[in-house]
């Protein structure tokens, strides 16, 4: 495992590792950078370093933390750290589940996590992604995935609007066979909804902006909430 990634260089840069974890699956409040090619992660940092990529939440901790990040690696440290991420090979992280109740939650050290007692609660407009195992994910256990509960029919809708029966592009024109990725445009399967919905929100709103933004822009300027949410449960369910 490179240094970067293992340790990064203090006083100025974290590693890698401790907020997408050694093997680059990552947590819902961050995202997965495995599979993700060379191209396409070298972009997102020099986006982030040139102010292109923002959040729609200012106050949100992990992208402004990647923007410290980008701003204080070296173009060397980004690319040994994104050819460590882009050799590892993909495998299930989030399995999901579609429901009308969900674990009550409160926000803890950055995610979601259920409160104690067993308490419920209707999920409505919402995917709460939760670890699976809330012990092993604290310690950083970079083989505990998580569960990934979304609204019921989500995944159907979802599959709908990704396959372009509602009018849009089918998003496997850019993203793949599969959603698997293709050179600089980023895989979408097996990935963390959570994530996947501030991203579409993040595109629509203009926050994200970077070089290949512009490719986006007509394909989320009329989604709804309940369309990213659906889309995001849809490619989530799938192998990555």
């Not at 990552?26 to 040139?50: H, T």
């Not at 106050?59 to 980004?78: F, K, L, N, S, Y």
């Not at 409160?115 to 310690?139: F, K, N, Q, S, Y």
Request: aromatic share 6%; proline share 8%; hydrophobic share 40%.
């Amino acid at each position: 495992m490179p240094e970067v990634v293992a340790h990064g260089r203090r006083p100025d840069l974290f590693g890698c590792g401790y907020c997408h974890l050694p093997n680059g699956f990552g947590r819902p409040e961050n995202s997965s950078v495995v599979g993700l090619s060379v191209a396409y992660i070298v972009q997102q940092m020099a986006d982030f370093k040139n102010g292109t990529r923002r959040s729609a939440e200012p106050d949100m901790g992990p992208p402004a933390a990647m923007i410290r990040v980008a701003q204080a690696a070296t173009d060397e440290e980004v690319r040994v750290a994104a050819e460590y991420f882009a050799s590892i090979p993909t495998a299930p992280w989030i399995r999901v589940v579609e429901t009308e109740t969900v674990p009550e939650i409160v926000v803890s050290r950055g995610m979601l996590v259920p409160v104690e007692g067993g308490e419920t609660e209707p999920i409505g407009r919402r995917i709460i992604e939760l670890p699976e195992d809330l012990a092993r994910t604290e310690l950083r256990d970079a083989a505990s995935g998580f569960v990934a509960y979304v609204p019921r029919g989500s995944t159907a809708r979802g599959e709908a609007i990704v396959e372009g029966e509602t009018g849009a592009v089918a998003c496997g024109v850019c993203h793949g066979s599969g959603l698997a990725g293709v050179g600089p445009v980023p895989a979408l399967a097996g990935r963390s909804p959570s994530y996947t919905v501030r991203q579409l929100y993040d595109l629509q709103s203009g926050v994200r902006d970077g070089l290949w933004a512009d490719l986006m822009k007509d394909v989320v300027a009329t989604l709804s909430l309940d369309d990213m949410i659906a889309i995001a449960a849809y490619t989530a369910s799938l192998d990555p």
